[in-house]
């Protein structure tokens, strides 16, 4: 929570999940049980929501700012029921709205001019969290900072975003019912 609340500057970047402060209880619910499944741990999912949904209290809270940038296939990946993959992109749909928020949308079709990433969260200009299958690294060198701020610079001109990202999330929002 403190590293979240004292991030005046959230630059996310998500090739495989929409990213966590962005998620519904419903899909975090889905996305946490199978992770749970899959790694055999003990089963804290409930917890682990609230406690992802209490992180995500930024978004609506301070004077925090939010860069976005999903994979188009993100919003195909179903990692929870129709019901809470049509819930979680209404909420996209929603949230991308707010004044501290700018989505954009990598499109399939789009000419890539870098090419797919793992995912991160860089905070500020002080920390970048990459997420493995195992792990969350947590990368605080400087030039490592700046390499992925300079990819995320490269991925946003080939995002869409307004009423272009509004229609790649309605027609995945319809694949779904």
């Not at 992770?35 to 930024?58: E, K, W, Y």
């Not at 995912?119 to 605080?140: K, P």
Request: proline share 5%; glycine share 6%.
């Amino acid at each position: 929570m403190p590293l979240y609340q004292r991030t005046k500057h959230f630059r996310v970047y998500a090739s495989n999940l929409v990213p966590g402060m962005l998620q519904t209880a419903e899909y975090a619910t889905g996305l946490l049980r199978s992770i749970t499944d899959f790694q055999g741990t003990p089963d804290d999912v409930a917890d682990a929501v609230q406690a992802r949904l209490n992180r995500s209290r930024v978004v609506h809270e301070g004077d925090h700012r939010f860069g976005l940038l999903l994979e188009e296939t993100v919003l195909y990946y179903r990692v929870c029921d129709d019901v809470a993959m049509s819930g979680q992109l209404r909420y996209l749909l929603e949230i991308m709205s707010r004044p501290n928020v700018s989505l954009g949308i990598i499109p399939f079709t789009a000419r890539r001019t870098m090419w797919p990433l793992e995912a991160f969260y860089a905070f500020d200009d002080r920390q970048v969290a990459v997420e493995t299958l195992t792990a969350e690294v947590n990368i605080t060198a400087p030039g490592e900072i700046h390499t992925y701020l300079k990819a995320f610079a490269k991925l946003s001109p080939i995002a869409v975003h307004g009423a272009d990202a509004r229609a790649c999330i309605a027609r995945a929002l319809e694949s779904v019912r």
